[in-house]
C-alpha cells in the first residue's frame, strides 16, 4: 500500500498522461503480485523447514528407541550370565562345606533363581528385538487393563532393519495403545504373516477406538493430542518404512465396530512386489 501512494502521488506531479498512467498501474499491480508470492514462499518454506526439523527428530527418535531396547537386552543377557556364574560359584564353595550346608544352600540358590524377579524374560516372537518391544507395550497394556494380543510368524521379519523394525511397531502401537486406552474394556490385536513363497509380511493392527479420527482434505488421519506440532509424524514414519521396503499402507476406521484397522505390506525386494500383484 505505502509502495501504490508513492507511485500515485508521483504520478501526481507529471501531466496526465494516458501512458504514464498505465505504467504507473502496471507496475503497481506487478509490485502486489511480487509481494504476495514473495510472502507465500517465506509461509511454505517455514512450514516445509518445520515438518523437516519435526521428521529429523522422530528419526532421531526412533534411532533412539532402537538402540535403548538394544542394551535393554544385553543388560537382560548379561543379568542371566551373572545368576548363572554366582550360582556356579556359591555350588562350589558350598561343596568344600558339610553336606548339611550344602543342601541349604542349594535350596536357597534354586529359590532365588526361580523367584519372580530374576525370572527369564518372556518369549512373544522370535526377534530378540521386537520381543523387548512387544514386551514393554504389553507390561503397559497390563496396567492400563488393555486387553494386548500379538502373534508373531517365525522369521517373518528378517529383512527389516533395527531402526526401521523399532520404528514401525512403536509408532504403530503407540496409535493403538492411545485409541484403546479411551475405550472401557480396550483391547488390541496384531499379527504378522509370512506372504509364502513371495517372502513379503502382512502386519494387521485392530484396535478399539471410541470415535473416527480427524482427517485432512488429503484424507490424511490427523493427531488428536494437544501439541499437534510436534506428534502425527506416526503414521507419516510407518508410510515412509513402507515405501522403503517396496509395500502398501492401507488404513480404515470401522464406524459400527468402533475399531481402527490398519494393514501393512512390505517385501525385501522390488521385484517379489510384481509377482504378488500378478498373483491376486
Request: include cysteine; proline fraction near 2%; aromatic fraction near 10%.
Amino acid at each position: 500500500m505505502a509502495v501504490s501512494i508513492l507511485l500515485y502521488t508521483f504520478g501526481l506531479q507529471f501531466p496526465e498522461s494516458t501512458f504514464g498512467n498505465y505504467v504507473i498501474f502496471i507496475t503497481t499491480v506487478l509490485l502486489l503480485v511480487i509481494l504476495f508470492l514473495v510472502y507465500a514462499l517465506y509461509n511454505y518454506n517455514n512450514k516445509r523447514n518445520s515438518d523437516l526439523l519435526q521428521l529429523k527428530l522422530q528419526l532421531q527418535k526412533e534411532q533412539n528407541l532402537a538402540e535403548y531396547n538394544t542394551a535393554l537386552i544385553s543388560q537382560d543377557t548379561a543379568r542371566r550370565t551373572l545368576i548363572h556364574d554366582i550360582r556356579n560359584h556359591l555350588l562350589s564353595i558350598s561343596i568344600l562345606n558339610q553336606q548339611k550346608r550344602y543342601t541349604e544352600l542349594d535350596q536357597y540358590i534354586q529359590a532365588l533363581i526361580h523367584s519372580e524377579q530374576l525370572a527369564p524374560s518372556i518369549r512373544i516372537c522370535d526377534n530378540t528385538l521386537l520381543n523387548a518391544t512387544l514386551l514393554r507395550y504389553q507390561t503397559f497394556c497390563h496396567t492400563k487393563g488393555i486387553r494386548f494380543e500379538v502373534a508373531i510368524e517365525n522369521h517373518s521379519i528378517d529383512f527389516l532393519s533395527d531402526t526401521d523394525l523399532t520404528a514401525l511397531f512403536c509408532n504403530l502401537l503407540d496409535n493403538a495403545v492411545t485409541a484403546a486406552d479411551k475405550v472401557p474394556s480396550g483391547w488390541i490385536s496384531l499379527h504378522v504373516e509370512l506372504f509364502s513363497p513371495l517372502h513379503g509380511i502382512l502386519i494387521t493392527m485392530k484396535n478399539s477406538c471410541m470415535d473416527r479420527p480427524p482427517q485432512n482434505f488429503r484424507h490424511e488421519w490427523l493427531t488428536t493430542k494437544k501439541e499437534s506440532s510436534t506428534h502425527g509424524f506416526g503414521m507419516k514414519s510407518i508410510r515412509r518404512i513402507a515405501d522403503t521396503y517396496h509395500g502398501e499402507l492401507q488404513t480404515a476406521y470401522l464406524d459400527h465396530e468402533h475399531i481402527f484397522q490398519t494393514i501393512l505390506t512390505m517385501y525385501p525386494q522390488k521385484e517379489q512386489v510384481t509377482h504378488a500383484h500378478s498373483d491376486l
